[in-house]
Nanobody, 123 residues
């Protein structure tokens, strides 16, 4: 089983940056693909970014491409999401998740989820 704990959310002005972290427990972390999703009030959860266990492959939603960067440190069992040039429409609860198989952009591909961290971008 994998437990995931996100941190790093907060309130930031438009154009600012935040770095989210997701600490994982479980000996198999380094073999798992990981992803970040977000959910804004009244909206469905949407894919943000994904990364393979080897870091060879990364995936991004079009809405964040060029602004967000996903990375991981397998020695620390941690995955990161660096968010730059933030916009008010990035406001959401951000979740990290461990992938069991299937498409990185599909929420159903993920087995375990963190509790989420709130990101609020003011205009």
């Amino acid at each position: 089983q994998v437990q995931l704990v996100e941190s790093g959310g907060g309130l930031v002005q438009a154009g600012g940056s935040l770095r989210l972290s997701c600490a994982a427990s479980g000996r198999i972390f380094r073999m798992l693909g990981m992803g970040w999703f977000r959910q804004a009030p009244g909206k469905e959860r949407e894919f943000v970014a994904g990364i393979s266990w080897s870091t060879e492959y990364t995936y991004y939603a079009d809405s964040v491409k060029g602004r967000f960067t996903i990375s991981r440190d397998n020695a620390k069992n941690t995955v990161y999401l660096q968010m730059n040039s933030l916009k008010p429409e990035d406001t959401a609860v951000y979740y990290c998740a461990s992938r069991g198989g299937g498409s990185y952009s599909y929420a159903g591909s993920y087995d375990y989820w963190g509790q989420g961290t709130q990101v609020t971008v003011s205009s």
